[in-house]
């Protein structure tokens, strides 16, 4: 069973259903006991950073997520989940995160420019291409030119170690970080078509599979 945590920060149930689609046995939950039972846990969020860590501690949401890293099962941090795993955010005067995974969160500047010299918008709204993507089971059978869709106004910067691969949108940034069964993406698989279905179904292979 995969977990869904529930922390009232949106798009779990599209996540849901894309894990339906593929045959998946999953559960929405926001129980830290049943995370903890899970064969791999989705972080998924849309929203305000400040906001969702005052959920998440409210429920003990952020206990259990550290333990569920302590205790080895596989987490796909999603979107604002991504970010959240850090440490910290400019998002809402300064934001004070898990610190699960090296880094922070900032927001793109307005100034940036596409490379043909256009101001970028903000949020960062659309289908974009990973750039530099390293070798990772998350990646596996997902051409290279695939897309992905993303909306952030806020991006990670972690370690070089970390970085699975980039995206440009008037700047490189971190699009997916990751170590020993504890990932994140900036991007939504759940509303990426096919490429994103690949996968998730790629992390709940690694479930099964400790290995990865």
């Known amino acids: 069973m995969i977990a869904i945590v529930d922390y009232g920060a949106g798009n779990q149930t599209s996540v849901r259903r894309a894990l339906d689609h593929l045959g998946i046995p999953c559960v929405i939950t926001a129980d830290p006991d049943t995370l903890l039972r899970a064969a791999g846990v989705i972080f998924p969020g849309v929203g305000a950073a400040g906001q969702a860590m005052s ?15 302590d205790r080895g099962i596989p987490l796909l941090g999603v979107c604002l989940g991504c970010q959240i795993l850090t440490a910290h955010s400019e998002e809402d005067d300064g934001t004070v ?22 101001l970028i918008r903000v949020p960062h709204m659309g289908w974009n291409r990973l750039r530099d993507r390293r070798p990772t089971p998350l990646f596996a059978g997902i051409p290279e030119d695939a897309q992905f869709y993303f909306v952030h106004s806020y991006y990670v910067s972690t370690t070089a170690d970390l970085t699975l691969a980039s995206c440009r949108y008037g700047i490189d940034f971190c ?15 759940e ?3 096919p490429p994103g279905l690949r996968l998730l179904r790629n992390f709940v292979d690694c479930c099964g599979d400790r290995s990865c």
Do not use: I, N, T
Request: glycine letters at 14%; proline letters at 4%.
């Open 55 to 69: 959920r998440l501690r409210a429920e003990g949401l952020d206990r259990a997520l550290r333990d569920v890293v």
């Open 175 to 189: 699009a997916a970080y990751g170590r020993d069964g504890l990932w994140a993406v900036q991007f939504h698989p």
């Open 97 to 118: 995160m898990l610190g699960l995974a090296p880094g922070d969160c900032r927001r793109f500047g307005r100034e940036a420019r596409e490379e043909d010299g256009v």
């Open 191 to 193: 509303k990426s078509g």
